[in-house]
């Protein structure tokens, strides 16, 4: 079978002047990430790589770039797993890391546990050899004027939280040529968080999860809404019962609307190659790579595509 990889830059209403690097930034990552497939490497390693190049593009809110907490600190988190043998790996709340996803998987590789936090995720990272940067360096120029600008959460949150907002976190799924899957996801969270909140992206099941026997999802949008329908699971179990993955997406989108007016989108891969990249705001920068074609997309509704070349 032929391999696919599909990435996505965060769900929300990305203004115009973000538009055009967005979709740049997910294409690059795709191309990434489909490179490590089409050069032998597995669906794990190229979700790692596709997620990596987001991570250090300042457009996303990951990595380099992300958003800020209420004290205008940098507190990230993400998550990565193998369909292969359910292993999974998270970081949460770690300050001065550029590439959190690669501490996840090193969480998954290296250690007996599922997640890390905070100090111990810091020292873990010490103790590995990943080196840290002074925390300050993570800060874009344009997320510190937003985080000056909005220095109200509740009224962040309901400018970017109703039903057609949300942020950018970054994600990838992918299905290798021997049809193993596996998903990554990384997050700055939500500007003006409290100091320790944890969204859905680093929880198993809520950002993402891969399993060989069902598919692959990232997830992005409102955490606390994603987290109360552990959106994720909940694609697969639509998934598990015999529905396309675009299906299971919109359905799982429109219960967590229904359920508790949250907005998102999410990337997902089938065992067997069948994708989709959905959304419920207004907008999700998304591209993906089947066969010799790269897709990609931002509005509701637009699918372009283009030869994929490395
Ligand atoms: N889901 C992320 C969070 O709540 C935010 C996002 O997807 O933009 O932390």
């Not at 790589?49 to 300042?58: I, Y």
């Not at 198993?204 to 069902?214: E, K, M, T, V």
Request: glycine fraction near 10%; include cysteine.
């Amino acid at each position: 079978m032929s391999a696919v990889l599909v990435v996505h830059g965060g769900a929300w209403a990305i203004p115009d002047e973000l538009a055009k690097a967005s979709v740049e930034g997910v294409k690059s990552a795709a191309r990434e990430g489909s490179s490590v497939l089409k050069g032998g490497g597995n669906a794990l390693d190229a979700v790692e790589a596709a997620v990596r190049v987001m991570e250090d593009n300042t457009v996303f809110n990951a990595g380099h770039g992300a958003t800020l907490n209420i004290d205008g600190e940098v507190e990230l988190d993400a998550f990565i797993m193998d369909g292969r043998t359910l292993a999974s790996g998270a970081v949460s709340s770690v300050k001065n890391i550029t590439n959190p996803v690669s501490l996840a998987r090193a969480v998954m590789e290296k250690t007996s546990h599922v997640m890390l936090t905070d100090r111990g995720a810091n020292l873990f990272a010490e103790s590995i050899g990943i080196s840290t940067v002074p925390t300050e360096t993570l800060v874009s120029e344009y997320e510190r004027k937003e985080w000056e600008l909005h220095k109200n959460y509740i009224t962040g949150v309901k400018e970017d939280f109703g039903l057609k907002r949300a942020h950018d976190t970054v994600g990838a799924v992918a299905v290798d040529c021997a049809g193993n899957v596996a998903c990554a996801t990384s997050t700055g969270g939500i500007r003006n968080k409290m100091v320790g909140r944890v969204g859905d992206s680093p929880i198993i099941g809520c950002g993402g999860y891969a399993d060989n026997l069902s598919g692959a999802v990232s997830c992005t949008g409102h955490g606390e809404s994603i987290l109360k329908v552990t959106l994720a699971r909940l694609i697969l179990s639509h998934m598990d019962q015999g529905k396309s993955a675009a299906e299971a997406s919109e359905l799982s989108l429109q219960n967590m609307a229904d359920r508790v007016q949250g907005a998102g989108g999410a990337v997902v891969v089938s065992p067997s190659g069948q994708w989709a990249a959905t959304f419920t705001t207004e907008r999700m920068a998304w591209a993906a790579v089947e066969q010799d074609v790269l897709w990609f997309g931002l509005d509701p509704n637009v699918k372009q595509k283009e030869k994929f070349h490395q």
